[in-house]
C-alpha cells in the first residue's frame, strides 16, 4: 500500500489526545463550609486512579477514528495494476480511413463493416470514439457509450478526396486516451494502409500500455489501376483563330496489360472525342486528340479514361485559356537594328505567354510606343528624351518594366540616373579566355529556374567586356562576375521594377546569346517586369485558393465579399475571410471538378473557373506491413502487450480508480457514532451507580 499524500500521516500524532483525556480524572466539586484552615496543615496527596486508563474500548474507538480520518486524507491506494483495474471498463478510438484509395473496389464496404463490429463490441462500461480521417481527422462524439451516435458516426462516413494520413488520427486518438482515466486503453485502426501516409505518423507515440489493432480492408494482390496522370497542351494559330492539341498522359500501376481502353475528351461537360489508349504493365502511354479552337475565356476540359476499380483518378480536369501576350517594346541605336537580332529570335520563340516585340530606333520613339508596351528594353542605347523619355518614368512607375543593357552605345548623362540602380561607368575588358558569373541569386524569380540541378549552367557564358556599375543604396545584386563586379542589378520605382545588365545581349562583348540558357533566362527577365503570372491549369482537392493570388481572378471584387461559389456538385460554398485587412476571397476545395466564381455586384458577371484534381499520389495502392505501423507508435509489436491490455496507470490514476479514502471516512464515522453511544451510557452509569 502507498499514499498519495504521505504528509498527512505526521497528524497520527493527534492520537495522544483520547490517551490524554483518559489520563485525566474528571471529579465533582463538592463545596464543604469548614471553619479557618489556618491549623490544618497541607499533606500532598496521590491519586493512583488519575494514571490510570478505565474505559479502554472508549479509547480504542477514539484513536481509531482519529487514525482513520488522517489514512482517508492521505489518500490510500494499492499499487497493484490489476487489483486497481479489476472490472475496468475500456477507452476504445475506432479510427476509419475515407481517403479515396479505399474506393478501391469494396474496401469501403469492408472497411465500415468492421467499424460497426468494433463499435457492436463495446461492454456496459466500455466508452468509445468514432474517428473519421484522410488527410486530416473528425472526431463525432467523445468518449460515449452511446451506440446508436456511434454507429450513425459509422454509417454517416462517405469517402472524400483526400490522401492517406496517419499522423493527424493518431494524434487525435493520442489526446482522448490522455485525457481518459479508464483503465485499458484501446485503438482500432481500419483501413488499407497506404505505405505514402505511414511517414506522417512518424513523431506519434500512443500512451503506454495502449493496444492498436490493425484491420487492414486491403489484398496485396489488388493493385490494378490505371490513371490519368496529366496533360499537355500544345497551341498553334488556324485561319487567325488560336488552337488547342490535348496530349493525355496515362499510367498502368498494375501487373497486367490494358488494351483498347476508352479515353475521352469533354469539353465543357460534351464529349468531343473518344479514342482507344493501350497501356503495359508499370508503364505510361499518351494518347492525342484533335485540335479545337481557344475561346476567348477559360475553357473547362476534362480527360476521362474507361473507368476501373478506382475511379476517382480515371478523370483529369483543367483549364485552356487563351495565350497571353506581353507587349515587348525594344528600343535601339539609329542605324543598328542588328543589335537586337538574337533578342527578337528570343521573344518570336514563346508560346505561353507569347510575346510581342516591336523595335523602334530611339530618335523614331514616340509617346504612343511606349504607353503601348508592357516592357521596355534599352538595348545598348541612350535614354530617350522629351516626352517619351516621360513617357518610360511614368510607365516604370504605374508598374511597368524596363531592362537597360549597357552596351557600347549606352551612355547615361548625369540627370537620367534616376531610373538606374547605380551610375554605369566606362567599359572594362577582360583578358584570356574572359570572365564568367560567379555569384547569382537563385532565390531571386529570374534565376529560380535554374536552381535545380540539370537545368542550366549559369557559368558557362564567357563575358569579355562589361561595364562596371556603382550600385546605389536602395538597389539589389542579383548576380556578379568572378572579379566581383555586377552583373545584373535591380531597382523597384513605384509599381515597376528595373534590371540592368551590364554586357551586351548579342555576341559582340560575350557568347551568352550562343549557350541554351539564353532562351530561357530572356524569357523570365521579360515575365518577371511585366509581372506576368501564367494561369493556373489545375489545383489539388484539399488545397485552400486564395483568390487574390489566382490567375484569372483579377476582376474579382474581394473586398465586399459578394461572391457566390459553387462546388462541383453545384451545391454554395462558403468563402472565407482572412489576412490583416479581412478580405474574403479563401476557399476549401474539397472535391475534384471545377468550381465556379462569381461576383453578383460585377456588372458583366464574368464567371472564374477553378479545376481541381485529386492527389495522384494516392494512385499508389502499394501497402505496408501494418505491425510496421503498430510498432512506431506504440513503441512495441504488436503482439508485445501489457497484461489484460492495461496501461501503467499512474499514482493518481490508481488511487482515483480505488478511492479508498472514501471507505476510510465511513468506518471512522461509524466507530465515532459507536464511541457517542458507549460514552453516553457510561457517563449515565457513572452519575447513578443504580441505573
Given at each position: 500500500m502507498a499514499f498519495l499524500a504521505p504528509l498527512f500521516l505526521a497528524a497520527l500524532a493527534a492520537l495522544a489526545a483520547p490517551v490524554l483525556l483518559h489520563m485525566i480524572q474528571r471529579q465533582r466539586t463538592e463545596v464543604v463550609e469548614f471553619p479557618s484552615l489556618m491549623f490544618v496543615r497541607k499533606i500532598p496527596f496521590r491519586s493512583l486512579r488519575r494514571?490510570?486508563?478505565?474505559?479502554?474500548?472508549?479509547?480504542?474507538?477514539?484513536?481509531?477514528?482519529?487514525?482513520?480520518?488522517?489514512?482517508?486524507?492521505?489518500r490510500p491506494f494499492f499499487r497493484s495494476t490489476a487489483l486497481a483495474v479489476a472490472g475496468g471498463g475500456r477507452e476504445v478510438v475506432v479510427l476509419l480511413d475515407r481517403s479515396w484509395s479505399m474506393a478501391y473496389g469494396d474496401r469501403w464496404d469492408r472497411a465500415r463493416a468492421a467499424a460497426r463490429g468494433a463499435v457492436q463490441d463495446l461492454g456496459p462500461d466500455d466508452r468509445a470514439t468514432v474517428v473519421r480521417f484522410d488527410s486530416g481527422a473528425e472526431a463525432g462524439a467523445r468518449s460515449t457509450n452511446d451506440r446508436a451516435s456511434l454507429l450513425a458516426a459509422v454509417n454517416e462516413a462517405e469517402i472524400g478526396a483526400a490522401t492517406t494520413r496517419f499522423g493527424p488520427p493518431l494524434q487525435l486518438a493520442q489526446g482522448i486516451l490522455e485525457d481518459s482515466d479508464l483503465p485499458r486503453l484501446e485503438v482500432v485502426l481500419v483501413s488499407d494502409f497506404q505505405r505514402t501516409g505511414i511517414d506522417s505518423a512518424a513523431n506519434t507515440l500512443l500512451p503506454p500500455g495502449t493496444v492498436l489493432t490493425p484491420v487492414a480492408v486491403a489484398d496485396e494482390a489488388e493493385t490494378q489501376n490505371v490513371s490519368v496522370v496529366g496533360v499537355s497542351v500544345q497551341r498553334d494559330t488556324f485561319a487567325g483563330a488560336e488552337r488547342a492539341a490535348v496530349t493525355a498522359r496515362l499510367a498502368n500501376r498494375g501487373s497486367e496489360p490494358v488494351e483498347r481502353m476508352r479515353v475521352a475528351l469533354e469539353l465543357n461537360g460534351f464529349e468531343l472525342e473518344a479514342l482507344p489508349a493501350a497501356v503495359e504493365p508499370a508503364s505510361v502511354a499518351s494518347v492525342t486528340f484533335a485540335p479545337f479552337t481557344i475561346d476567348d475565356a477559360a475553357m473547362p476540359v476534362s480527360v476521362r479514361a474507361q473507368a476501373d476499380a478506382l475511379p476517382h483518378d480515371d478523370v483529369f480536369h483543367f483549364l485552356v485559356s487563351p495565350g497571353d501576350v506581353v507587349s515587348v517594346l525594344v528600343v535601339v541605336s539609329p542605324g543598328a537594328p542588328e543589335s537586337s537580332l538574337y533578342l527578337e529570335r528570343a521573344l518570336a520563340i514563346g508560346t505561353s505567354p507569347s510575346f510581342a516585340p516591336v523595335v523602334r530606333s530611339v530618335d523614331e520613339l514616340t509617346v504612343e510606343d511606349?504607353?503601348?508596351?508592357?516592357?521596355?528594353?534599352?538595348?545598348?542605347?541612350?535614354?530617350?528624351?522629351?516626352?517619351?523619355?516621360?513617357?518610360?518614368?511614368?510607365?516604370?512607375?504605374?508598374?511597368?518594366?524596363?531592362?537597360?543593357?549597357?552596351?557600347?552605345?549606352?551612355?547615361?548623362?548625369?540627370?537620367?540616373?534616376?531610373?538606374?540602380?547605380?551610375?554605369?561607368?566606362?567599359?572594362?575588358?577582360?583578358?584570356g579566355r574572359g570572365g564568367v558569373l560567379g555569384f547569382v541569386d537563385y532565390t531571386h524569380p529570374?534565376?529560380?529556374?535554374?536552381?535545380?540541378?540539370?537545368?542550366?549552367?549559369?557559368?558557362?557564358?564567357?563575358?569579355?567586356?562589361?561595364?562596371?556599375?556603382?550600385?546605389?543604396?536602395?538597389?539589389?545584386?542579383?548576380?556578379?562576375?568572378?572579379?566581383?563586379?555586377?552583373?545584373?542589378?535591380?531597382?523597384?520605382?513605384?509599381?515597376?521594377?528595373?534590371?540592368?545588365?551590364?554586357?551586351?545581349?548579342?555576341?559582340?562583348?560575350?557568347?551568352?546569346?550562343?549557350?541554351?540558357?539564353?532562351?530561357?533566362?530572356?524569357?523570365?527577365?521579360?515575365?518577371?517586369?511585366?509581372?506576368?503570372?501564367?494561369?493556373?491549369?489545375?489545383?489539388?482537392?484539399?488545397?485552400?485558393?486564395?483568390?487574390?493570388?489566382?490567375?484569372?481572378?483579377?476582376?474579382?471584387?474581394?473586398?465586399?465579399?459578394?461572391?457566390?461559389?459553387?462546388?462541383?456538385?453545384?451545391?454554395?460554398?462558403?468563402?472565407?475571410s482572412g489576412g490583416r485587412d479581412g478580405r474574403s476571397g479563401f476557399i476549401d476545395l474539397v472535391e475534384p471538378?471545377?468550381?465556379?466564381?462569381?461576383?453578383?455586384?460585377?456588372?458583366?458577371?464574368?464567371?472564374?473557373?477553378?479545376?481541381?484534381?485529386?492527389?495522384?499520389?494516392?494512385?499508389?495502392?502499394?501497402?505496408?506491413?501494418?505491425?510496421e505501423l503498430v510498432a512506431a507508435v506504440t513503441g512495441r509489436a504488436a503482439g508485445d502487450r501489457t497484461v489484460a491490455g492495461q496501461r501503467e496507470l499512474r499514482p493518481e490514476d490508481l488511487e482515483r480508480r480505488q478511492t479508498m479514502w472514501w471507505y476510510l471516512l465511513i468506518g471512522a464515522m461509524g466507530f465515532l457514532a459507536t464511541e457517542t453511544v458507549l460514552s453516553n451510557r457510561l457517563s449515565r452509569r457513572a452519575l447513578d451507580p443504580d441505573a
Amino acid at each position: 500500500m502507498a499514499f498519495l499524500a504521505p504528509l498527512f500521516l505526521a497528524a497520527l500524532a493527534a492520537l495522544a489526545a483520547p490517551v490524554l483525556l483518559h489520563m485525566i480524572q474528571r471529579q465533582r466539586t463538592e463545596v464543604v463550609e469548614f471553619p479557618s484552615l489556618m491549623f490544618v496543615r497541607k499533606i500532598p496527596f496521590r491519586s493512583l486512579r488519575r494514571q490510570r486508563i478505565r474505559h479502554w474500548l472508549l479509547l480504542l474507538l477514539r484513536c481509531a477514528a482519529l487514525a482513520l480520518i488522517v489514512a482517508a486524507f492521505a489518500r490510500p491506494f494499492f499499487r497493484s495494476t490489476a487489483l486497481a483495474v479489476a472490472g475496468g471498463g475500456r477507452e476504445v478510438v475506432v479510427l476509419l480511413d475515407r481517403s479515396w484509395s479505399m474506393a478501391y473496389g469494396d474496401r469501403w464496404d469492408r472497411a465500415r463493416a468492421a467499424a460497426r463490429g468494433a463499435v457492436q463490441d463495446l461492454g456496459p462500461d466500455d466508452r468509445a470514439t468514432v474517428v473519421r480521417f484522410d488527410s486530416g481527422a473528425e472526431a463525432g462524439a467523445r468518449s460515449t457509450n452511446d451506440r446508436a451516435s456511434l454507429l450513425a458516426a459509422v454509417n454517416e462516413a462517405e469517402i472524400g478526396a483526400a490522401t492517406t494520413r496517419f499522423g493527424p488520427p493518431l494524434q487525435l486518438a493520442q489526446g482522448i486516451l490522455e485525457d481518459s482515466d479508464l483503465p485499458r486503453l484501446e485503438v482500432v485502426l481500419v483501413s488499407d494502409f497506404q505505405r505514402t501516409g505511414i511517414d506522417s505518423a512518424a513523431n506519434t507515440l500512443l500512451p503506454p500500455g495502449t493496444v492498436l489493432t490493425p484491420v487492414a480492408v486491403a489484398d496485396e494482390a489488388e493493385t490494378q489501376n490505371v490513371s490519368v496522370v496529366g496533360v499537355s497542351v500544345q497551341r498553334d494559330t488556324f485561319a487567325g483563330a488560336e488552337r488547342a492539341a490535348v496530349t493525355a498522359r496515362l499510367a498502368n500501376r498494375g501487373s497486367e496489360p490494358v488494351e483498347r481502353m476508352r479515353v475521352a475528351l469533354e469539353l465543357n461537360g460534351f464529349e468531343l472525342e473518344a479514342l482507344p489508349a493501350a497501356v503495359e504493365p508499370a508503364s505510361v502511354a499518351s494518347v492525342t486528340f484533335a485540335p479545337f479552337t481557344i475561346d476567348d475565356a477559360a475553357m473547362p476540359v476534362s480527360v476521362r479514361a474507361q473507368a476501373d476499380a478506382l475511379p476517382h483518378d480515371d478523370v483529369f480536369h483543367f483549364l485552356v485559356s487563351p495565350g497571353d501576350v506581353v507587349s515587348v517594346l525594344v528600343v535601339v541605336s539609329p542605324g543598328a537594328p542588328e543589335s537586337s537580332l538574337y533578342l527578337e529570335r528570343a521573344l518570336a520563340i514563346g508560346t505561353s505567354p507569347s510575346f510581342a516585340p516591336v523595335v523602334r530606333s530611339v530618335d523614331e520613339l514616340t509617346v504612343e510606343d511606349v504607353e503601348a508596351a508592357s516592357v521596355v528594353v534599352l538595348n545598348d542605347v541612350a535614354p530617350p528624351s522629351g516626352e517619351p523619355g516621360a513617357a518610360l518614368t511614368r510607365l516604370v512607375a504605374g508598374g511597368g518594366g524596363l531592362l537597360v543593357v549597357l552596351g557600347e552605345n549606352a551612355r547615361w548623362p548625369g540627370g537620367d540616373l534616376e531610373l538606374l540602380p547605380g551610375a554605369a561607368g566606362e567599359p572594362a575588358d577582360r583578358d584570356g579566355r574572359g570572365g564568367v558569373l560567379g555569384f547569382v541569386d537563385y532565390t531571386h524569380p529570374v534565376f529560380e529556374l535554374f536552381g535545380t540541378p540539370r537545368s542550366g549552367d549559369l557559368t558557362t557564358p564567357r563575358f569579355f567586356r562589361y561595364r562596371p556599375l556603382d550600385v546605389r543604396a536602395d538597389a539589389a545584386v542579383l548576380a556578379r562576375y568572378d572579379n566581383g563586379d555586377v552583373a545584373l542589378a535591380e531597382r523597384l520605382l513605384g509599381e515597376g521594377r528595373v534590371l540592368v545588365w551590364t554586357s551586351t545581349l548579342d555576341s559582340f562583348w560575350n557568347d551568352f546569346a550562343l549557350k541554351p540558357i539564353y532562351l530561357p533566362l530572356v524569357h523570365r527577365a521579360v515575365e518577371y517586369l511585366a509581372s506576368y503570372r501564367p494561369p493556373t491549369s489545375w489545383l489539388t482537392a484539399g488545397q485552400v485558393l486564395d483568390l487574390a493570388q489566382y490567375p484569372g481572378a483579377d476582376g474579382l471584387d474581394l473586398a465586399d465579399g459578394n461572391l457566390v461559389v459553387r462546388d462541383p456538385t453545384d451545391d454554395r460554398v462558403p468563402v472565407g475571410s482572412g489576412g490583416r485587412d479581412g478580405r474574403s476571397g479563401f476557399i476549401d476545395l474539397v472535391e475534384p471538378g471545377f468550381y465556379e466564381i462569381r461576383d453578383i455586384d460585377a456588372e458583366d458577371a464574368s464567371v472564374v473557373r477553378v479545376a481541381v484534381n485529386v492527389d495522384l499520389a494516392e494512385s499508389n495502392l502499394a501497402v505496408a506491413d501494418p505491425q510496421e505501423l503498430v510498432a512506431a507508435v506504440t513503441g512495441r509489436a504488436a503482439g508485445d502487450r501489457t497484461v489484460a491490455g492495461q496501461r501503467e496507470l499512474r499514482p493518481e490514476d490508481l488511487e482515483r480508480r480505488q478511492t479508498m479514502w472514501w471507505y476510510l471516512l465511513i468506518g471512522a464515522m461509524g466507530f465515532l457514532a459507536t464511541e457517542t453511544v458507549l460514552s453516553n451510557r457510561l457517563s449515565r452509569r457513572a452519575l447513578d451507580p443504580d441505573a
